[in-house]
């Protein structure tokens, strides 16, 4: 499977992709197919619901600490993958914004409009979190200003949308725009900035540059040790992406090594069931896998599929991600029957969420086409090697193969065969 995150940049690109990153975003017209959920519509303008008397002042307008306290709680819930909870927490806090009357309302609107975003971003809801997307953006450069630090959240969460879309020719000017934002507004050692170079070490680890990589995620993790201490939740983030550079690179006992880190940090942090956990479990799998410690690998393959069909449901990117990985391991043991049927259910899941020209699709459909082979079914596997074809044509900037999976779900490509996971 396929899967990793890009928030990163290029120079070559940076004055030509500010002029027009705002109309690509706001006019995006590129036909990929979006899920939707039923009566979103409605929720994503704010739920109506009347404000209490604690909440309404003298003029009838919230009080700020209410939307705030909704915010943080949220957040907390969604550290915790309990998304029905934040989501109702983050959609109160979005009808208390819309009737908040004072002047920095445009600021804690942008802010809960970025929330609910990475909300239904986690829980694989990209046709939400895109309309969001577009009225944070569109209110935040009207009232905030270019160069307002959430109007740079913004920028980086539709980074991570399109990544999740497949889209990857548009992410590089937006996460341009928002690591040269961090810099000039907090300094070169934030942590906000860690996770701009973290996603830009992503991005040029997605485009094979893998020792300009590592040392942009050595730089985000010193950074982010510095700044918020040895055992903070963050550093999962850049751990996996690290372990991830070193697998890449062949570097495999290294790599073993950060995963194992990234997972302490989770455990003590989010616990062992966070869908983040299922994440590291399937990159860590994978290594399992091609070194041959296919019995390891089937168990936290296993335990990956637990967490995520727990969590984030039956129809979601990383259940799928696991499912064609545990195809892969089926395939590689010689057991053609049951990887076949693994390969139809992850391929299921994909068609129903995934845009049409999604490059995880091309490689599901390839890997399958590889199964059919040595079950000498030929013609079968030409239909889906002609159907992976098509589908990379359609979308050459999503000519990835081989990829690990990242934290924050999006992906990166290895280049390697035998490090897929």
Not at 327 to 352: C, D, F, P, V
Not at 406 to 413: I, S
Request: charged share 25%; with cysteine; glycine share 6%.
């Amino acid at each position: 499977m396929n899967w990793l995150l890009h928030i990163f940049l290029c120079s070559s690109l940076a004055c030509y992709s500010e002029v027009l990153l705002c109309q690509n975003v706001l006019e995006d017209k590129n036909g990929e197919r979006e899920h939707h959920n039923q009566g979103r519509g409605d929720l994503l303008r704010g739920t109506g619901v009347p404000l209490t008397p604690a909440e309404a002042g003298a003029s009838g307008s919230p009080d700020l600490s209410s939307i705030e306290r909704l915010n943080a709680q949220a957040i907390r819930y969604q550290d915790k993958g309990q998304y029905l909870q934040a989501e109702q927490l983050l959609l109160q806090a979005l009808t208390l914004c819309e009737q908040y009357r004072q002047p920095d309302q445009p600021m804690i609107l942008v802010t809960t409009l970025n929330h609910l975003a990475r909300l239904y971003y986690d829980e694989g809801k990209y046709a939400e979190m895109k309309t969001l997307l577009r009225r944070a953006l569109t209110i935040g450069e009207k009232t905030l200003g270019t160069e307002d630090l959430e109007v740079a959240v913004t920028l980086e969460n539709f980074g991570y949308l399109y990544v999740a879309q497949g889209n990857y020719a548009k992410v590089q000017p937006l996460l341009l725009r928002a690591l040269r934002v961090r810099e000039k507004k907090l300094g070169p050692d934030h942590p906000d900035v860690a996770t701009s170079l973290s996603n830009w070490g992503n991005l040029l680890l997605s485009q094979g540059k893998y020792a300009e990589a590592e040392k942009l995620q050595r730089r985000a993790l010193l950074i982010r040790q510095k700044a918020l201490g040895p055992s903070h939740h963050d550093l999962a983030f850049t751990m996996n992406r690290l372990a991830q550079v070193c697998q890449l690179q062949g570097r495999f006992t290294e790599a073993k090594d950060w995963y194992g880190q990234a997972i302490a940090v989770l455990e003590k942090t989010v616990g062992t069931e966070h869908p983040e956990m299922a994440v590291v479990l399937i990159n860590l799998a994978g290594l399992c896998r091609h070194q041959g410690r296919y019995t390891e690998s089937l168990t936290l393959y296993q335990q990956a599929l637990a967490i995520s069909e727990k969590y984030l449901g039956p129809e979601h990117d990383v259940t799928a991600a696991c499912i064609e990985n545990l195809a892969e391991l089926n395939s590689k043991q010689e057991r053609h029957s049951e990887a076949e049927r693994l390969y139809q259910q992850a391929l299921a899941i994909q068609e129903k969420i995934l845009p049409s020209d999604h490059p995880d699709l091309a490689e599901t459909l390839r890997n399958y086409a590889a199964l059919l082979r040595k079950m000498k079914r030929k013609s079968e596997a030409s239909a889906l090697d002609a159907r992976a074809k098509a589908i990379l044509a359609k979308n050459p900037s999503g000519r990835i193969a081989d990829r690990t999976i990242d934290v924050r779900a999006l992906r990166v490509g290895s280049g390697q065969e035998g490090t897929k996971q």
